[in-house]
């Protein structure tokens, strides 16, 4: 194997710390079940050096197929791969006579991740400078994927490539330990409403959640329903683009429905002592909880983007709702402005690994039916967004159709599509003056 060569008379040299990445792959020979512990850190791309690249492929490879890692597996590990093993073998031994414990080993791999991130943003830096000064495209598309660029580094998302799947293999063990832990890790972020998170898991990151409904079924509530149940249960960050309502309007909503007052009463300022005492309590209990709301009109995925990406450990995102988003692009066709928007948020909900719920209208074929319950084909606009979607929930209420007094707080929510699990429907109560969905025991009988 060639030498590597590291010009230090340069006066701009790349940050590297040939030591670290030395004294890394050291610790690892000194206690190799250390390797699970910097698998979520770094990755073999991170090394600067190639050999160092080489030997911790290697002892990849023999931690994956539960081989020891020492000097003479690692040698033979190395000779599979092709390697020279009579040129890699005093490196070997340099590498197990580099560190005396392991014990700083997440020292080490911070190092050495941070030395490769620093070379990313050198690379991106010379990247965004060329796409300036070739000025090819709008400037908003040219700042978008300049942003873009950017994010992903800080996110660890992009930039190293393929992914390996040993290293993906490696970073699922740490996952199903935390499982065998905290069962609750297995459930994403949690709807809160129990039948409905029963049926889909929980909302898990980069999902795409479609709510579909006719005018006047509740999907505003229950949109901001979830937020308030993943705000304050979850102590997530919770982002609301409201493209209908005012902020104002929203948090009216809110309060109406934490505090059980009649949202007509918060509307007409008809309160009595005891409304603003439960009043005051709700608004304490929402001042308490990380919810960040946008009003702004027609706003696009690459709008919502900007401003989400400045939220540090955002946990939801809600959208109220997808018919009145504008694309980024100039598309005189409406059906293939909705199909791009949807697109781009299923982009957005991987780009920020975070569930986004995009709540939807109905077309009005559903009123022409004998039959009113809302199906996949009734989403309006584009049939892209039953693709693109991970899931697609309904909310039907039989009252809103033939005026029941005995179903009047009932609804249902029909999840006719789910990714990553079955399908069904889940029974809900529904305080239209409170504008309020809540859970239905259905374990016990009345």
């Known amino acids: 194997m060639a030498q590597d060569i590291i010009n230090i008379d340069s006066p701009r040299a790349l940050p590297v710390s040939t030591e670290a990445e030395m004294a890394l792959l050291g610790a690892i020979l000194l206690d190799p079940e250390r390797i699970k512990d910097v698998t979520n850190i770094i990755s073999a791309e991170d090394f600067y050096l190639e050999r160092n690249k080489t ?40 590498l197990a006579d580099s560190v005396s414990t392991s014990s700083n080993i997440l020292d ?70 935390e499982l065998i832990t905290n069962k609750e890790a297995a459930m994403g972020v949690p709807t809160h409403f129990s039948g409905i998170d029963k049926l889909i898991v929980g909302m898990h990151e980069s999902d795409l959640i479609v709510v ?71 608004a304490g209990v929402l001042s308490q909880t990380d919810i960040y709301l946008d009003d702004t009109a027609g706003i696009s995925v690459m709008g919502m983007k900007s401003k989400l990406r400045r939220i540090k450990d955002l946990g939801l995102v809600i959208i109220d709702y997808l018919g009145l988003m504008s694309s980024d692009k100039n598309i005189d066709n409406r059906v293939q402005e909705v199909s791009d928007i949807s697109k781009n948020l299923k982009r957005m909900a991987k780009d920020l690994k975070v569930p986004v719920i995009a709540l939807a209208q109905l077309n009005r074929g559903v009123e022409g039916r004998t039959d009113k319950t809302p199906m996949a084909s009734d989403l309006r606009d584009s049939g892209a967004i039953e ?60």
């Open 55 to 94: 030997v911790y492929e290697a002892m990849r490879t023999l931690f994956n197929f539960s081989r020891t890692i020492e000097v003479v597996t690692l040698l033979d590990a190395l000779d599979q791969a092709g390697e020279n093993t009579a040129e890699m073998k005093g490196y070997i031994k340099l």
């Open 108 to 177: 080490y791999a911070k190092i050495v991740r941070d030395k490769s991130t620093l070379r990313k943003i050198i690379s991106v830096a010379g990247e965004i400078n060329e796409m300036a000064y070739a000025a090819e495209g709008d400037v908003a598309t040219i700042l978008d994927s300049a942003e873009q660029k950017i994010f992903d580094i800080s996110s660890s998302t992009t930039v190293k490539g393929f992914a390996h799947i040993s290293d993906v293999i490696l970073a699922n063990y740490a996952h199903l330990q």
């Open 212 to 282: 579909g409904a006719r005018p006047g079924m509740g999907k505003t509530a229950f949109g901001l329903n979830i937020a308030v149940n993943v705000a304050k249960a979850n102590k997530k960050k919770v982002a609301i683009f409201s493209l209908e309502m005012s902020n104002e309007q929203v948090v009216q909503r809110m309060l109406s429905s934490e505090a059980y007052i009649d949202s007509y009463k918060m509307r007409s300022g008809e309160l009595d002592s005891e409304d603003w005492n439960k009043l005051a309590a709700a």
């Open 387 to 446: 693709q693109d979607a991970d899931i697609i929930m309904f909310l039907y209420r039989d009252d809103y159709y033939n005026n029941d007094p005995a179903n009047q707080n009932t609804a249902q929510c029909i999840i006719a599509k789910n990714r990553h699990g079955s399908t069904g429907k889940v029974d809900l109560g529904w305080y239209g003056q409170y504008t309020k969905f809540i859970s239905v025991d259905t374990s016990h009988a009345e």
